[in-house]
């Protein structure tokens, strides 16, 4: 079954960095794009960023410059650099896949300090 579990999140100051990973199993990695999510307390779950399976990205205006998606298809993973943090990035960041269904990892929580 398709399984997505997320790593690298923690608590950084403002300007800090850090680098999300997320590995994936049970579905063909090579052929999907791949999506890192974020929700933060009191607010929706919002898209971060997007990686085709031909690598073309998408990011939220507002990571534009200081996110990173990226994806190793041998390793099946996806990452996420993040530098430049601000507090207003402080969320659980998700892994997402589309198939029929919408796949979810747990979730890694980001704290970023003023």
């Known amino acids: 079954q398709v399984q997505l579990v997320e790593s690298g999140g923690g608590l950084v100051q403002a300007g800090g960095s850090l680098r999300l990973s997320c590995a994936a199993s049970?579905?063909?990695?090579?052929?999907?794009?791949m999506d890192w999510y974020r929700q933060a307390p009191g607010k929706q779950r919002e898209l971060v960023a997007r990686?085709?399976?031909?690598?073309?990205?998408n990011y939220l205006e507002a990571v534009k410059g200081r996110f990173t998606i990226s994806r190793d298809n041998a390793k099946k993973a996806v990452y996420l650099e993040m530098n430049s943090l601000k507090p207003e990035d402080t969320a659980v960041y998700y892994c997402?896949?589309?198939?029929?269904?919408?796949?979810w990892g747990k979730g890694t929580l980001v704290t970023v300090s003023s």
């Open positions: 997402h896949l589309k198939l029929s269904l919408d796949y």
């Open positions: 049970g579905f063909i990695f090579s052929f999907n794009a």
């Open positions: 990686i085709t399976s031909g690598g073309s990205t």
